[in-house]
């Protein structure tokens, strides 16, 4: 039986950028040479605005701000939307608090700082990078030329979370300036331990794959976050910032 | 740590294909609409684990699947999506409404394997592969149990009239 060279998934994985770079190349050049597929990635994404003029996301989902922070604990209950379970958290307790340059011109000094809500509402930043379950940070950074980020957490056990993309698998534009904020914080869960956030800068479009595969590499040579040294090219600049998780 | 969601690019990436999942299924706007609201908000909570493996897609899918499924099931009614005509050899039932009813008898006592084997067979046109990456089953196990169902249509169907659903 003869069988098509793009499967339906695959066909709507790509539609959706949710696929591997070397399925990514493939299916690209395939659609570019058959007309049926070709056909039905423009149906999809016509589905796709239909769907979007029909069903808004406010509509659907409630008036909630892009970007929300999805607690993910083990045995934590599920976030229902429609509950409010899900806590909408944006930049703006941290902007308001604190300065942000976008005018300044900076070369070379590229950085990430990590801030935190304490208990009476004051921002702060600690010098022993200890932190707790439940609490609230904030991740600042300050760049001159990258205008590319990519921000991975690995912990003591490997298990890596990235924080952006939050979707695709590529490197996200940043605006440059000074002590910036990243446009969403983050509610620390419930995992004790050590945490290692690594911020990719970059001029130029990185994958995601790429930064995570020496990130764990890095870590297999190392076998200690803190002495973690991430082998990158020069076009790179790496920052990380280790971040120690506490019981209260 | 936790993770990172920006809920309304998600949405605005997988909205549509939640949705298309269950209005094939419930056939019906705003039960589709329900439907897809309680899918995006498990894939929201998912998403972290099956973004990585470029998984999202068959995980829809089966989610989707899965959920208007038991909804249908739990209401007890089912409006067969699997219509008569896309059954192979469909020539060889005595007619349209026996076949109907006789998916509808079918597919409402069927087991979930087999449900899925059929329906992602014959109503999604998914190939076994993907069917595979959705739902678990091998190729030769999906095989099997479409084999089983045509033949418990074709029983059916050869039962005198007047007996059955």
């Known amino acids: 039986m003869e069988t098509h060279p793009v499967t339906t998934l695959e066909l709507m994985s790509y539609a959706v950028n949710n696929c591997g770079d070397a399925d990514r190349d493939r299916i690209r050049r395939h659609a570019e040479t058959c007309p049926a597929c070709a056909s039905r990635l423009k149906a999809i994404a016509a589905e796709r605005a239909d769907f979007l003029a029909r069903f808004p996301y406010a509509a659907v989902l409630g008036n909630r701000s892009g970007g929300e922070v999805v607690r993910r604990a083990p045995r934590t209950p599920l976030y229902a939307l429609a509950a409010g379970l899900l806590v909408a958290v944006t930049a703006g307790w941290f902007a308001m608090q604190h300065f942000t340059e976008t005018t300044a011109r900076i070369k070379g000094d590229v950085s990430i700082a990590v801030y935190v809500k304490a208990a009476d509402g004051k921002i702060e930043q600690r010098a022993d990078n200890r932190y707790h ?16 980020l990519i921000l991975v957490s690995v912990d003591d056990s490997g298990r890596m979370t990235t924080y952006y993309p939050a979707i695709g698998d590529t490197s996200i534009a940043i605006e440059k300036g000074r002590g910036l904020p990243l446009p969403n914080s983050i509610v620390l869960d419930s995992y004790i331990g050590h945490e290692l956030m690594v911020a990719v800068f970059s001029v130029s479009v990185l994958q995601l794959a790429d930064v995570k595969e020496r990130i764990a590499a890095a870590q297999r040579a190392s076998g200690d976050l803190s002495a973690l040294r991430l082998s990158a090219p020069d076009t790179w600049t790496v920052r990380t910032v280790l971040i120690i998780k506490t019981e209260r | 740590m936790a993770m990172l969601v920006d809920l309304k690019s998600l949405y605005e990436q997988y909205g549509f294909i939640i949705y298309r999942r269950c209005a094939t299924i419930l056939r019906s706007e705003d039960e589709a609409k329900d439907a897809m609201h309680s899918v995006f908000v498990k894939f929201a909570d998912e998403y972290h684990r099956i973004r990585e493996k470029g998984a999202a897609v068959a995980w829809i899918y089966k989610a989707a699947t899965n959920h208007c499924f038991n909804l249908l ?6 409006d067969p999506a699997v219509d008569a005509d ?49 739902t678990g089953q091998s190729p030769a196990t999906i095989r099997r149990n479409l084999a089983k169902f045509r033949e418990r249509v074709a029983r059916f169907a050869r039962r005198p009239s007047g007996t059955g659903q």
């Not at chain 1, 379950?133 to 590319?148: L, N, V, W």
């Not at chain 2, 076949?99 to 597919?107: C, E, K, Q, T």
């Not at chain 2, 394997?113 to 993907?130: G, H, I, K, N």
């Open chain 1, 133 to 148: 379950p439940g609490e609230q940070i904030q991740i600042a950074y300050s760049t001159g030329e990258a205008d590319r």
């Open chain 2, 73 to 78: 099931r739990d209401r007890r009614k089912f």
């Open chain 2, 86 to 134: 896309l059954l192979p050899d469909r020539e060889d039932l005595e007619s349209r409404i026996d076949a109907r009813r006789a998916i509808n008898m079918l597919m409402h006592g069927t087991d979930a394997r087999m449900r899925d084997a059929v329906y992602f067979t014959y109503v999604e046109e998914l190939s076994q592969e993907e069917i595979r990456a959705i």
